[in-house]
Each structure stands twice: as C-alpha cells, then as structure tokens.
C-alpha cells in the first residue's frame, strides 16, 4: 500500500511582506550629497535610504521612507520630512530635446490686482537665460519685500534673497516671465507677479 504523501509548509517560498526600514544609527561620515544627484536614478527613492543628503539647505541622514515620503535626521537629532514626488519634480533636469524659441515676445504680463501664490505650478519651457537657485540659502536674514520693491533694479536685486511676502517668507530662486518664484524651507514654491508686487510695495 502506497503511503500518503506529505507536503511540508516549512521549506516552500512564501513571498516576504515588505516592511519599511529604519536606519537606527545614521552615517554621517563624508559630505553631504544634494539630493538632485538621487532623483534621477531608476531605484529612487529607495536609493537615498541611509544616504548622508543635502535639501534645501538641510543636511541629514535619509533613515526612513513612508508613503513616498523621505524622514532626514540631521547630526543635532532633528528631523525633517520631505515628499520625495515634488523633490524629483524640482531637481528635475532641463528638457533639452524642446527647440529653443527664436523669436521674442513682446506681450508682457497683465499685472494682478493682489500677489497670487500658486503652488507647485507646472514647469515652463526652459531656455538658457534662466537661472534656478537649487540650494537656497535659509540662513541669511530675512527681509521684507517693501525693502526691495522700492528700489530701481527690482526684481534683480531680490534673487537670491530671503524675503518676506505678507504671509509667505522664503528665498527667490528664481525670476522668470515677470514673476518672482519663491521657495519655503519646507520645500513650497509660490509664483508671485512682479507688476503686482511693485504697486502693492513699491512706493516709498
């Protein structure tokens, strides 16, 4: 008589449920690599766990990601939360397979009765007289944009600068068709329009 066969659970593959990991002591041996360097990669964001980073001017160790979003812990023992999405879209390189326009236009943007933030609007067509500020620089003090719309050369002489918009402060990173583009420390762009910015504080 032919005995039973016997089938043993032990030894067949049962598939692993991921977990996410933590990073329980952070490795901040080196220089702190921008995050733009990981954006890029086919296996992001899952690249950067572990790595010694550098975001908008926050430095720390990627020790865990969650629903696409990137925990930094900085050597002092804070940490940060950035979602990793709006990261790949700000680093994002410049479309160079778009022609570049030859023609200038001449109609200049109707200026707004009241600055009007947009958030994460969607990327213009890049040309090389643009000029973007990836790592901002939250530390300089901040000033309030009446400081600048006053004077001759603005909006040029607020690149670069950390302003405080009624509501808003952050650093301009960049000036492009008539509009000042913003960053927060957290991350947040906001577009305002540089018309409107000089009627509302631009007199002395």
């Known amino acids: 008589m032919q005995s039973p066969s016997?089938?043993?659970?032990?030894?067949?593959?049962?598939?692993a449920v991921p977990t996410p990991k933590v990073i329980a002591e952070p490795d901040y041996s080196?220089?702190?690599?921008?995050?733009?360097?990981?954006?890029?990669?086919p296996d992001y964001?899952?690249?950067?766990?572990?790595?010694?980073?550098?975001?908008h001017g926050f430095t720390g160790v990627v020790v865990e990601i969650i629903n696409q979003s990137l925990k930094v812990r900085?050597?002092?023992?804070?940490?940060?939360?950035?979602?990793?999405?709006?990261?790949?879209?700000?680093?994002a390189p410049p479309d160079r397979t778009k022609p570049v326009s030859q023609t200038l236009s001449m109609e200049r943007p109707k200026p707004a009765p009241t600055p009007k933030p947009v958030d994460d609007e969607p990327e213009e067509d890049l040309t090389p007289a643009r000029r973007i500020i990836t790592n901002p620089?939250?530390?300089?003090?901040?000033?309030?944009?009446?400081?600048?719309?006053?004077?001759?050369?603005?909006?040029?002489?607020?690149?670069?600068?950390?302003?405080d918009i009624p509501g808003?402060?952050?650093v301009v990173v960049e000036i492009a068709k008539g509009s000042l583009r913003v960053q927060s420390p957290t991350g947040t762009i906001r577009s305002y329009n540089v018309d409107a910015l000089k009627k509302l504080y631009g007199r002395p």
């Open 6 to 15: 016997t089938s043993e659970p032990e030894n067949e593959a049962t598939p």
């Open 30 to 41: 080196g220089e702190p690599i921008p995050i733009g360097q990981f954006t890029e990669r």
């Open 45 to 55: 964001p899952q690249c950067t766990l572990g790595a010694y980073v550098s975001i």
């Open 74 to 91: 900085s050597r002092e023992g804070s940490s940060q939360r950035f979602n990793a999405y709006r990261l790949k879209t700000l680093f």
């Open 137 to 163: 620089d939250f530390d300089q003090p901040v000033r309030a944009i009446r400081g600048y719309a006053t004077q001759a050369d603005f909006p040029e002489n607020v690149y670069g600068k950390h302003v």
């Open 168 to 170: 808003y402060a952050g």
